[in-house]
Nanobody, 120 residues
Framework: QVQLVESGGGLVQPGGSLRLSCAAS????????VGWFRQAPGKEREFVAR????????NIADSVKGRFTISRDNAENTVYLQMNSLKPEDTAVYYC?????????????WGQGTQVTVSS
């Protein structure tokens, strides 16, 4: 059984930065696509970024492009989401997910989410 644990969320002022982590236990991320998604209150979950854990290829949503980057640490079996120049509209619960393909299928593993609040 794979468990994904997100961390790094919190309260930050507009223009600030946060780095989210997604750590896997029970199995490595090898041969996986790892993605970050977010869901704001009253809105549908939306894609933020993804990375191919073996090759490092990335894809970033247009809404955060130029501000967010996704990376991975193979040795630590962890994927990061670096969020800079945060805006109030980035406020959401952020989830990571892992699957063998993208878009994520029903067999994807999901973390429990971490809250990010951008407010002055």
């Amino acid at each position: 059984q794979v468990q994904l644990v997100e961390s790094g969320g919190g309260l930050v002022q507009p223009g600030g930065s946060l780095r989210l982590s997604c750590a896997a236990s029970g199995r490595t991320f090898s041969n996986s696509i790892v993605g970050w998604f977010r869901q704001a209150p009253g809105k549908e979950r939306e894609f933020v970024a993804r990375i191919n854990f073996i090759y490092g290829h990335t894809n970033i949503a247009d809404s955060v492009k130029g501000r967010f980057t996704i990376s991975r640490d193979n040795a630590e079996n962890t994927v990061y989401l670096q969020m800079n120049s945060l805006k109030p509209e980035d406020t959401a619960v952020y989830y990571c997910a892992a699957d063998r393909r993208f878009p994520m299928t029903k067999d994807a593993y999901w973390g429990q989410g971490t809250q990010v609040t951008v407010s002055s």
